[in-house]
């Protein structure tokens, strides 16, 4: 047997994990009603990917950390409060998803996920970010919308790999200068925050095709932005910007350019 779906389950409560499910690499639990997931779960030690999301779960089990071939782990839509310091363990791990929980931090082990593709934490309470998440050097996307951030750790700027980071609706107020070193980013949206500046190099970032910066509190643009030439669209609407850089007509490649309910008096010239 290599995968196994159970559904309409309320609890695991009274079923044991034993040598004769070893085999399994597949196991699939979501969309049940589990408060609670058994400890034996760790005996499943081939396990390359798990789906518990959609249920109740208001922890998971310490012997999680034992799924060293784990692979791909969606926990989204639950109750989790927090994440065991085992998770550290899991490294092979290339798809983290726990988007809709009640997390309001991550463990610092989170940096031993080393072959990390892909970390959702979308929908949850964090307040900061651990400084190691800069270790992940593999990461591609990262999404953390939709949290209580204040700010971001400057290790961010370490994650060389990133292509895509999804930081909308918090509370962020500045953006690390570091993050003008994640030079394969593609994609950057930190609209619905209150950023009152952006970082003055960030025409470093010279792969980027879509900057979403809408409903933040910015005054003003730093001039490097004319840097973006491969920029295709940017969203600048609902700001407190009176003028824009001149040199914003070297953005030859933009097809979409939102720059509603701001304070500008004058056109550009195109």
């Known amino acids: 047997m290599n995968t196994w779906e159970i559904e309409d389950l309320k609890k695991l409560d009274d079923l044991e994990f034993n040598k004769e499910l070893q085999n399994v690499i597949s196991f699939n639990l979501a969309n049940n009603e589990l408060s609670t997931i058994p400890d034996s779960i760790g005996n499943l030690i081939h396990l390359q990917q798990l789906d518990i999301r959609n249920n109740e ?5 310490d012997s999680i950390g034992n799924l060293i071939h784990l692979q791909q782990l969606d926990i989204r839509n639950n109750e989790l409060g927090q994440l065991p310091d085992s998770i550290g363990n899991l ?22 996920l080393i072959e ?5 934490v979308n929908l949850n309470r964090l307040t900061l970010l651990p400084e190691n998440i800069g270790n992940i050097k593999k990461m591609r ?31 962020l107020s500045q953006i690390p200068e570091s993050i003008c070193n994640l030079t394969n980013l593609q994609m950057l949206d930190i609209k619905d925050n209150e950023l009152t500046q952006l970082p003055k190099h960030i025409g470093k970032l010279r792969k980027l095709k879509k900057l979403d910066i809408g409903n933040n509190e ?45 304070q500008l008096t004058h056109y550009l010239k195109v």
Request: overall charge negative; glycine content about 4%.
């Open 218 to 262: 910015l005054s003003e643009l730093p001039e490097s932005i004319t840097n973006l030439t491969h920029l295709q669209m940017l969203d600048i609407g609902y700001n407190e910007l009176s003028e824009l850089p001149e040199s914003i007509t070297n953005l030859t490649n933009l097809q979409e350019l939102y720059i509603e309910n701001n």
């Open 116 to 120: 990390l593709e892909i970390l959702n």
């Open 57 to 61: 779960l208001g922890q998971l089990p």
């Open 141 to 171: 996307s990262l999404y953390i919308e939709s949290n209580e951030l204040t700010l971001l750790p400057v290790s961010i700027g370490g994650l060389q790999n990133l292509e895509q980071l999804f930081t909308s609706s918090n509370r």
């Open 91 to 112: 490294i092979h791990l290339q798809q983290l998803d726990i988007e809709d929980n009640w997390l309001n931090q991550l463990p610092e082990s989170i940096g031993n």
